[in-house]
């Protein structure tokens, strides 16, 4: 099925991650010209650009609005991002004992580098475009011992996400934005913690019992980014989570 973006200048932040990567190498199936961007994984960034033929890399703390403006700069025309970069603190911490600075960071990681992020693409839009956020089931339903985390998640697809799609066509009449909630996805986020066992424990709530590849939310992305399979689709969020409802809350 064509998507329309052969040849568009797609920027996948967090590309050196376990789903920013599976969404690069799904933008460069699709033909576009992808600009991978990496924070501290320049080595893994490095070795994508090589495997997408010769990609633009840049390096970026998108918690930094000076990084942000260069990064911006360095890249050129864009015509899709898709903001995949985030941190998940994986220590659970209720909210009691929960430290400022943590709280801080990861706002600062998720919500304030996605609102950067969302900035800088939208300043340099001029025609038709497409941003696609990417949050997390957490911002659907809260996460015990992550309130930071499932906090920033849920600004991003709640007040965040359906204020920039109000906002983005006062600048180009047919530009998008959506996002994706991923639920437990196999990456080096979740490294240690989606063992068999503890796959059976968290799909409890899930219609499949199984976690999701990097690539089940690439794919995703890229449809909400299509011109041609989402053109008349935005302010929506898209659930890649094996129909999960909920929490298991008691044992
Ligand atoms: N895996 C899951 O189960 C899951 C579930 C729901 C939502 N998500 C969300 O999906 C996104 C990708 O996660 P992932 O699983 O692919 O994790 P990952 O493999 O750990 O990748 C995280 C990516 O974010 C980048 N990053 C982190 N902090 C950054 C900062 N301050 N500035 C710029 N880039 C930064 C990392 O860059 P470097 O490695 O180069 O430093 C890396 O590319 C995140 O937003 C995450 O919250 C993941």
Same mark, same amino acid.
């Given at each position: 099925m064509e998507t329309g973006l052969a040849g568009k200048r797609v920027l996948v932040t967090g590309a050196s991650g376990g789903i920013g990567s599976a969404c690069a190498r799904a933008f460069g199936a699709e033909r576009a010209e992808v600009v991978v961007h990496y924070h501290r994984g320049r080595d893994r960034a490095e070795a994508l650009a090589a495997e997408l033929g010769g990609a633009q890399i840049v390096g970026a703390d998108l918690t930094r609005e000076?990084?942000?403006?260069?990064?911006? =700069?360095?890249?050129?025309?864009?015509?899709?991002? =898709?903001? *995949?970069?985030?941190?998940?603190?994986?220590?659970?911490?209720? *909210?009691?004992?929960?430290?400022?600075?943590?709280?801080?960071?990861? !706002?600062?990681?998720? !919500?304030? %580098?996605?609102? @950067?992020?969302a900035r800088g693409f939208l300043r340099q839009l001029e025609r038709d475009g497409a941003l696609v956020l990417v949050s997390s089931t957490a911002g659907l339903f809260g996460e015990a011992g992550h309130a930071d985390y499932a906090a920033a998640k849920s600004a991003i697809l709640g007040g965040l996400?359906? +204020?920039? /799609?109000?906002?983005?066509?006062? /600048?180009?009449?047919? %530009?998008?934005?959506?996002?994706? =909630?991923?639920?437990?996805?196999? +990456?080096?986020?979740? #490294?240690?913690?989606? +063992?068999?066992?503890?796959?059976?424990? $968290? +799909?409890?709530?899930? %219609? @499949?019992? /199984? $976690?999701?590849?990097?690539?089940? *939310?690439? #794919?995703q992305v890229v449809v909400l980014a299509s011109p041609e399979l989402s053109g008349h689709v935005t302010g929506q969020v898209v659930t890649v989570a094996g129909g999960m409802e909920g929490r298991v809350v008691h044992d």
């Amino acid at each position: 099925m064509e998507t329309g973006l052969a040849g568009k200048r797609v920027l996948v932040t967090g590309a050196s991650g376990g789903i920013g990567s599976a969404c690069a190498r799904a933008f460069g199936a699709e033909r576009a010209e992808v600009v991978v961007h990496y924070h501290r994984g320049r080595d893994r960034a490095e070795a994508l650009a090589a495997e997408l033929g010769g990609a633009q890399i840049v390096g970026a703390d998108l918690t930094r609005e000076d990084d942000v403006d260069r990064l911006f =700069a360095q890249a050129g025309r864009l015509e899709v991002c =898709a903001a *995949v970069a985030g941190t998940w603190p994986s220590e659970d911490v209720p *909210v009691w004992e929960l430290p400022l600075e943590r709280w801080q960071d990861t !706002l600062g990681a998720n !919500l304030t %580098a996605t609102f @950067l992020t969302a900035r800088g693409f939208l300043r340099q839009l001029e025609r038709d475009g497409a941003l696609v956020l990417v949050s997390s089931t957490a911002g659907l339903f809260g996460e015990a011992g992550h309130a930071d985390y499932a906090a920033a998640k849920s600004a991003i697809l709640g007040g965040l996400l359906l +204020s920039l /799609k109000n906002e983005v066509v006062r /600048k180009a009449p047919r %530009a998008r934005v959506n996002a994706v =909630a991923p639920g437990w996805t196999e +990456s080096a986020m979740t #490294r240690g913690h989606v +063992s068999e066992e503890q796959v059976q424990r $968290i +799909s409890r709530t899930m %219609a @499949l019992r /199984k $976690i999701a590849q990097p690539e089940d *939310v690439a #794919r995703q992305v890229v449809v909400l980014a299509s011109p041609e399979l989402s053109g008349h689709v935005t302010g929506q969020v898209v659930t890649v989570a094996g129909g999960m409802e909920g929490r298991v809350v008691h044992d």
